[in-house]
């Protein structure tokens, strides 16, 4: 059986950033508010929601309006999907009527080492009137510190007025007016708040109808966040290596150019490197020293009696077994670090003390003994 030890710096993990993505079809952790576009700012803010009917379309009155439902978008000639690619849930911000409306969402991230790879996806539909560009529907995404700052003026912010001839965007015809929209596909921009850990950090979309009153924006969102590492798997010979998602290019040291790699394990102490670029053009760098150990265990279960979950494992692991056993868990060393006697069919061990690694389950029973492995991130 082969176990992996990996060493590396600051994996798609929603509960790091709970309800970000919107999947528990509500507004937990959100916060909203409405408003008013006035010569292109946002003013008279109302706090909290105008929520929209579930899995409406853009035609109904809600300004923050949750969709879970497979969809397309009218106004875009029914090419853009509601929800992100490989998601379940977003939110639709905003609407196509108009009269000056404009809407908010912010969500607050306390930032740690679980949480720090922040990542936003986000698709657009505005109406283009020709109006001066200060007077235009808009979109404007900031990532700010708890004094309002934007934390980086690169990825920390983006900000688009309609217009022709954006780059990566698609022209459309809005079917009320027959007047020109322009709309953007779904785009994830990962955003490393690894320099702010302890930091409260909100990330912040705000979408303006137009400043004279008659045409619309609004946008689609959904995000998540997650560790600022490798994710790896051995396997026989070879191993997977993953990094997150939400990079427009990634390089591997070896050349390959996908999120994810498999090559054959090689020598012991191999180096690794990925270069992720994100929308804006800011690169980041994965580096890492993966090393898989071979050791004499067989995970593989001789009487199908014990299970473990969820391997990996953050704060706490439950293991079932078919009846009562005496249960250790040793580290890579072979070290007992947990013991429990006479153990309930279902236990849940608390793992927050535990160092980050691999460790080894030993269950006795009347039936022999049981070993499975599992890792604690």
Sequence with gaps: MIFLSVILFCEKVSSQCNNADFSQNS???WSGSTGENQGGVYTNPLSGFNQGTTNSLPTNAGQQTLLNVQATDPNTANLLNVLPPGGTTSCRLGNEQT?????????????????????????????????PLADQPKFNIYVMDSLGVIVDTVWGMYQVSSQSGLPGWNDATHLADGEADHWKDWTAVAVDLSAHIGENISIQFTTYDCAQGAHFGYAYLSCYCGAHSFRQVCNGA?????????????LWTSGETTQSITRSIANVGDSISCRAITESRDTM??????????????????????????????DDLTIEVLQNSTIEIQNIQG???RT???ADKETTIDLRDLPNGIYIIKAKTEKGIEVRKFVKE
Excluded: M, W
């Excluded at 306390?110 to 020709?130: H, I, K, R």
């Excluded at 070879?238 to 990634?250: A, L």
């Design 340 to 342: 429990i006697n006479n």
């Design 285 to 314: 760098v994965f580096k890492g020293v993966v090393t898989c150990l071979v050791t004499g265990i067989d995970e593989a279960s001789t009487n199908n009696i014990v299970s473990i979950y969820p391997n990996p494992a953050k």
């Design 335 to 337: 070290q007992i670090v």
């Design 99 to 131: 009269n000056y409306g404009a809407e908010r969402l912010t969500y607050v991230v306390n930032v740690d080492s679980s949480n720090c790879l922040f990542t936003y996806q986000y698709a657009v539909v505005l109406e283009d009137p020709g109006h």
């Design 27 to 29: 507004f937990i952790n």
């Design 238 to 250: 070879v191993d997977n290596i993953s990094v997150p998602e939400g990079f427009i290019s990634y």
